[in-house]
């Protein structure tokens, strides 16, 4: 079994999807808000844990709508680590 994809659902309508497409070394991440309906990309590198925890916060800030804790930011990196190779 593989996961390649995962939606995240934040408050008042922001939300993101995280892709990892198939022999891809890297997660693309897209956030959709409010003022970016047309959303914000990212893309880090999958197998460098790093970045899958910058991506992580990044969201929690982003969807959560304010700079969170480490439960809060270890709550979306348990998460992103599913599409990497970390």
Known sequence: MRITRIDFEGQAGNHATAVRKRDSDQIEVTILTPDLPD????????????????????????????????????????????????
Not at 50 to 68: I, K, N, P
């Open 39 to 86: 959303g914000r990309e990212h893309r880090v590198q999958a197998d460098c844990e790093e970045d899958v925890f910058s991506m992580a916060q990044c969201l929690q800030h982003h969807l959560d709508g304010c700079r969170g804790t480490n439960s809060m930011i270890h709550d979306y990196y348990r998460e992103s680590l599913k599409l990497s190779d970390c």
